[in-house]
C-alpha cells in the first residue's frame, strides 16, 4: 500500500505560480511511476503529466507543455509539480497518483490515488 498526499494549492492570479507536493507512505516510492491529474467541476478527471520511477523520462499533456514541470526526489518520497503562467483554466483539483504501469497517461495506469489539492486561478 502506498498513502499520497498532496500539498501547496490554493488561490492565485493568472500568470502567476505555484508548486505542488506530493508525499508518498512506504519503503518502495522509487518502484512507482507518478503522475499527476487533474479534475474541474463538471468535467472528468484528466492527465496533467507523469514521471518514470527513476525520473529520468516525463511526458506531459499539450496543455500544460512548456508551463509545468515534474519531478520527484525518491530520497524523499515526493513528488512535485511545478506550475508557472497559470491560467484560469487549469483551475481544478490536482491528484497525485502512482502506478507500477510501465505507461502513464490514463487514470487505469495508476492504483494509487491521493485525496488531492484545489488550484484556483483568478482572471
Known amino acids: 500500500q502506498v498513502q499520497l498526499v498532496e500539498s501547496g494549492g490554493g488561490l492565485v492570479q493568472a500568470g502567476g505560480s505555484l508548486r505542488l507536493s506530493c508525499t508518498a507512505s512506504?519503503?518502495?516510492?522509487?518502484?512507482?511511476?507518478m503522475g499527476w491529474f487533474r479534475q474541474a467541476p463538471g468535467k472528468e478527471r484528466e492527465f496533467v503529466t507523469t514521471?518514470?520511477?527513476?525520473?529520468?523520462?516525463?511526458y506531459y499533456a499539450d496543455s500544460v507543455k512548456g508551463r509545468f514541470t515534474i519531478s520527484r526526489d525518491n530520497a524523499k518520497n515526493a513528488v512535485y509539480l511545478q506550475m508557472n503562467s497559470l491560467k484560469p483554466e487549469d483551475t481544478a483539483v490536482y491528484y497525485c497518483a502512482a502506478g507500477l504501469s510501465y505507461s502513464g497517461i490514463y487514470a487505469s495506469n495508476y492504483d494509487f490515488w491521493g485525496r488531492g489539492t484545489q488550484v484556483t486561478v483568478s482572471s
Open positions: 514521471i518514470s520511477r527513476s525520473g529520468s523520462t516525463t
Open positions: 512506504g519503503r518502495t516510492f522509487s518502484s512507482y511511476r
